[in-house]
C-alpha cells in the first residue's frame, strides 16, 4: 500500500509501520555477502543525518551534492536532507573532474558527499576551482585522504556531529513547514548535445509521480527490488522512492559490472533497467542455444516460439489463448524456461520496467516469450521518468512505450513533436532562464524534442527530432532506429550511424570481439591482434551481410551501405559516451572524422533518388 507522506517523515512512517522487518541489503565485499538494514536502522540514520547538517548549519533549500556510486548512504542522505528541506543533487560516479567543477559552481554547493577513492580524488582536485565548496564527507572508510586535506571527514565522523545536539525540535519544524513546491533535487542532464542542465525536481512531482505509478504498476511489500541503474539517473531514482513508499525491500547493487552475480544471490522479483541490459541477455541466451546440443536447441527454440504466440500474439493482446495452447506452454514454463530464469536468476520474476532508449523489437519480444513481463516506458529527467508506461492488465503493442499516466496532458507539436503538461513536468532548470524559456513555452507545453504518434491509446516514438540526419540528397534518417534494429545482431556491440549531409548510410561499429575472434578461428582467417581482425576485409563482408539481412524492411536510402569496424570501444574517458551510456555523436565524429571521411573518400555508388 502507497505510503504518500512527505519525503521529510516518509521513512519514519514506514518505520513506524514496519519496524525491524527489512528494508534494504547491500553486498559486503569483505565478508562476501548481504547484510540488512531494517526500517527501524533506517529511520534511525535518517535523524541522525538530519541533526548532522544542523550541526553543519546547512539552511533551508541549501544544495547538497552526494558524488557516489549506489549505496545506502545515498539514501540516508537524501531522506536525511528532506527532513530539513535541504536539496540533494546526485553526481553520476563517473562524472570528470570538470563535470564536478561545473555542478558545484553552478549550484553554489557547500558539502559533496562521495563514495569512494575515485569520487573522493576527483573531487578534492576540484576543491581550488569551487569557491564555496568547503568540505568533502566520505561514505567509505578505506578512502585515503589526501596529506593536505585538512577540512575533509568521513560518514561516521559526521554522524558523530549528531551525538549530544538538541536539535529535534528544530527538525521537527522544518520538516513540518516543508512544502510540495519546495526544491527536492537538481539532477543535471547527462549533455549528449551540449552543456549540463539542471533540471529541478520539487516534492510536488515525486508525490503525483508516485501517485500515478502506483495505480498502474503491481508493486508491494512483497517485491525484492534490485537496483541496478545509478540512484542518479531519475529512472532508477523515481523507481527507489517508490519501492520505499510501497514498502518493497531494495537490494542495492554498488558495482554495475555485478549485476549478473548479483541477480544469482538476489532472485529479485523487479528491476528497471535500460534496454542495454535485455540486449546482453537476449545476446548471452541465443548465444547458449547456438552452443547447446541439436536437442536442447530444438526444446529451447519451440519454447520461446510457444512463448511468444502465448505470451505476445494472445495475452498481450488481451485474447484468450486456446486450451491447446495453454497446455504447452504450461509445459514449456515448467520445465525449459523455467530453468532460462533460473540461470538468470530471474525465477521469481514479477515485472521489470525498462525505459532510457529505443528497445529493439526482437529483444522486447523475446522478454515477453520468455515468460518475463517487461513493462516498456517513456520518460525524461524533465518529466520526473514516467510520462508512459505498459498498464499491467492493459492491451501492449511491441514497440509501443504504453499508455499516459495519470495527470499528464500530452499534445503534439511540430513535426509530431511530443509536448507535455502537468504537474510531474519541471518548472525549468536551474540558473539556465533562457534555457528553460526555450524548452517550455508561455501556454506550459514543455516540448520533449521526441516525435512520436498514438494509436490506440498506446505512444510510440519515431525519433529523436534533433537527431534526425538530412542526406545530401534531401533523405531523412532517424538513426536511432536503424541502431536499434541492428544492434541486436550477435556480432555488433556498439553501433553508431553515419549520414547526415552524406550521400548514403554508413556505421561505425564495435563488435563483439570474442565471438569475432572465434569466428575467425573457425574460418582459418589470419589475425594478430584486435585492429588487424577489424581490417580484414572477409570479417568486414561477413558483418555487411549479417547487416543486409536485417536492415531489408528499410527503405533504400536508410540501409547501411558501408562499415568500419573499431579495435576499442566507445568510452566515457574518451567523451564518446555519458554517464547513461547515451552515444555523444558530435564527439564520436570528431574522434572518428578520418574512418568517417574514408568511407566516403572513393564514393562508388550511386546517388539515392
Not at 540533494?88 to 569512494?116: K, W
Amino acid at each position: 500500500m502507497l505510503n504518500t507522506s512527505p519525503f521529510s517523515v516518509l521513512v519514519h512512517d514506514q518505520a513506524a509501520r514496519f519496524g525491524d522487518e527489512t528494508v534494504m541489503t547491500y553486498r559486503d565485499y569483505e565478508r562476501n555477502e548481504w547484510l540488512p538494514v531494517s526500517w527501524d536502522e533506517f529511520s534511525a540514520v535518517v535523524r541522525r543525518v538530519s541533526a548532522s547538517l544542523l550541526a553543519l548549519g546547512v539552511g533551508v533549500q541549501e544544495n547538497l551534492a552526494v558524488f557516489s556510486q549506489n549505496k545506502p548512504e545515498c539514501l540516508y542522505v537524501d531522506f536525511g536532507a528532506y527532513g530539513i528541506r535541504a536539496v540533494t543533487i546526485p553526481f553520476y560516479a563517473t562524472s570528470s573532474e570538470s563535470q564536478v567543477t561545473y555542478m558545484v559552481n553552478d549550484a553554489q554547493v557547500r558539502y559533496v558527499f562521495v563514495g569512494e577513492q575515485y569520487q573522493y580524488d576527483t573531487a578534492f582536485r576540484c576543491m581550488p576551482h569551487c569557491p564555496t565548496l568547503q568540505k568533502l564527507i566520505m561514505f567509505d572508510r578505506t578512502v585515503v585522504k589526501n596529506p593536505q586535506d585538512k577540512v575533509s571527514m568521513y560518514f561516521d565522523e559526521f554522524l558523530q556531529m549528531a551525538d549530544g545536539l538538541h536539535v529535534q525540535d528544530e527538525i521537527d519544524r522544518r520538516s513540518a513547514a516543508l512544502r510540495l513546491d519546495d526544491l527536492a533535487n537538481i539532477l543535471y542532464t547527462s549533455g549528449t548535445t551540449g552543456a549540463s542542465k539542471g533540471v529541478m525536481l520539487t516534492h510536488r512531482m515525486y508525490h503525483d509521480a508516485l501517485i500515478a505509478n502506483d495505480k498502474v504498476l503491481p508493486l508491494s511489500e512483497k517485491d525484492v527490488v534490485l537496483n541496478f541503474l545509478p540512484f542518479t539517473h531519475v529512472f532508477e531514482r523515481a523507481w527507489s522512492y517508490l519501492c520505499i513508499a510501497e514498502g518493497a525491500r531494495l537490494a542495492v547493487n554498488l558495482r554495475p559490472a555485478d549485476i549478473l552475480q548479483s541477480l544469482q544471490e538476489v532472485h529479485p522479483t523487479c528491476m528497471c533497467a535500460v534496454p542495454r541490459f535485455w540486449e546482453k541477455v537476449y545476446a548471452g541466451v541465443h548465444e547458449r542455444i547456438r552452443q547447446s546440443n541439436p536437442v536442447q536447441r530444438k526444446l529451447m527454440h519451440e519454447a520461446l516460439l510457444v512463448g511468444k504466440v502465448y505470451n505476445v500474439d494472445y495475452r498481450m493482446r488481451g485474447l484468450i489463448p486456446p486450451v491447446s495452447l495453454r497446455l504447452r506452454y504450461a509445459f514449456f514454463e515448467k520445465t525449459v524456461i523455467a530453468l532460462l530464469k533460473k540461470t538468470l536468476g530471474l525465477e521469481k520474476a514479477n515485472f521489470f520496467p525498462t525505459a532510457g532508449a529505443a528497445i529493439p523489437p526482437l529483444v522486447e519480444e523475446f522478454v515477453h516469450s520468455a515468460g518475463i513481463q517487461m513493462v516498456a516506458g517513456y520518460g525524461l529527467t524533465e518529466s520526473t521518468a514516467t510520462v508512459s508506461c505498459d498498464h499491467i492488465g492493459a492491451h501492449k503493442t511491441i514497440g509501443s512505450v504504453g499508455r499516459l499516466i495519470d495527470g499528464l496532458q500530452l499534445k503534439f507539436g511540430d513535426n509530431n513533436e511530443i509536448l507535455l503538461r502537468g504537474s510531474t513536468i519541471t518548472k525549468g532548470y536551474y540558473h539556465k532562464e533562457s534555457v528553460t524559456r526555450d524548452t517550455i513555452d508561455a501556454e506550459g507545453w514543455f516540448h520533449t524534442g521526441d516525435a512520436g504518434y498514438l494509436k490506440n491509446g498506446e505512444l510510440f516514438l519515431t525519433d529523436r527530432i534533433k537527431d534526425l540526419f538530412k542526406t545530401s540528397n534531401g533523405k531523412y534518417i532517424a538513426p536511432q532506429m536503424i541502431e536499434s534494429k541492428l544492434v541486436v545482431d550477435r556480432y555488433i556491440d556498439q553501433i553508431v550511424v553515419i549520414a547526415d549531409q552524406r550521400k548514403f548510410v554508413s556505421a561505425l561499429i564495435v563488435p563483439e570481439y570474442e565471438l569475432l575472434e572465434a569466428f575467425a578461428r573457425r574460418h582459418h582467417i589470419p589475425f594478430t591482434d584486435r585492429a588487424d581482425l577489424c581490417r580484414n576485409p572477409d570479417i568486414n563482408k561477413m558483418i555487411l551481410f549479417r547487416i543486409d539481412t536485417l536492415q531489408q524492411e528499410f527503405a533504400h536510402y536508410e540501409q547501411v551501405k558501408r562499415i568500419t569496424l573499431l579495435p576499442e570501444p566507445f568510452s566515457m574517458e574518451k567523451g564518446e559516451l555519458t554517464n547513461t551510456l547515451k552515444v555523444k555523436r558530435p564527439v564520436v565524429n570528431r574522434n572518428y572524422a578520418t574512418e568517417i571521411d574514408a568511407m566516403y573518400a572513393e564514393d562508388i555508388l550511386p546517388p539515392e533518388a
